[in-house]
């Protein structure tokens, strides 16, 4: 357990290990989400009282500045907590906002973008990224801004997947694996692992090993679904290791 100028928070760490990800319920205030929304439907020109405009599976929205209520979200003292725990202290960077948000609309068509994968880690040698590696730069935030359901496009999640991306990564540590060539690989990856669903409330956190193979899915609710996929980087490139959850992870993966 650990506190950061504010509440305690209490990581299941063992559980992070294990299953690649927890959940950090209200790691924000419910009303910082709910201005977020509300700006974020100012930002793409839409209203939540004008559904017939709703003519996209999903827009992205993206924040800029930081400030305000995405500056209370992205630097709350319960993530930073739950992160020290998982990443160590000192072992990550805090962000200056919540970047992009995909934002999942009702709709019958797929958006082209529900593939499993894992996100791309590292920036490369001309910081262009691109790629997926071995020895990842950053982890995965998921903070969620509105109610979201399991008919509400929750990200898919194969709980363990870390595991087998750890083993079937390891070749590429020295080269690291294109980002549009890593389909094959992480569509397999985990394939017979339980599949987790990322629901919750606004406020709720997700906060996902980087080797975690995850996927978007159509929306067959009625409410838009907001939220923001957030990479924070790592002070060190990850290795596997005893010192933290996240490298003693990537150690059962090899090893187990």
Request: glycine share 10%.
């Amino acid at each position: 357990m650990s506190t950061v100028d504010g509440p305690a928070v209490d990581v299941d760490v063992e559980r992070f290990v294990a299953d690649g990800f927890i959940k950090v319920e209200e790691a924000f205030p419910r009303a910082v989400g709910d201005r977020i929304r509300e700006s974020f439907w100012e930002q793409i020109g839409l209203s939540p009282d004008r559904p017939s405009e709703w003519v996209k599976p999903v827009i992205w929205a993206v924040d800029e500045t930081g400030q305000g209520p995405f500056g209370e979200a992205i630097r709350g003292p319960k993530i930073a907590a739950a992160l020290d725990q998982i990443a160590g202290k000192g072992g990550w960077l805090p962000r200056g906002t919540v970047g992009m948000a995909p934002i999942r609309f009702p709709h019958p068509e797929d958006a082209g973008d529900t593939g499993w994968h894992i996100d791309q880690n590292d920036p490369g040698p001309d910081g262009a990224w691109g790629i997926i590696s071995a020895r990842p730069h950053t982890m995965l935030a998921l903070l969620l801004y509105s109610e979201v359901t399991e008919q509400d496009a929750p990200t898919r999640i194969r709980v363990g997947s870390h595991l087998d991306t750890a083993r079937v990564l390891e070749p590429y540590a020295e080269r690291a694996l294109p980002f549009l060539e890593s389909g094959p690989v992480m569509d397999a990856a985990g394939a017979d692992r339980p599949v987790a669903l990322a629901t919750g409330l606004p406020g709720d956190v997700y906060l996902c090993h980087p080797f975690l193979v995850h996927a978007a899915q159509p929306h067959h609710g009625t409410r838009p679904r907001f939220m923001s996929q957030v990479p924070f980087f790592l002070s060190e490139p990850l290795r596997a290791g005893e010192s933290t959850p996240l490298s003693r992870a990537i150690r059962l993966g090899l090893t187990g």
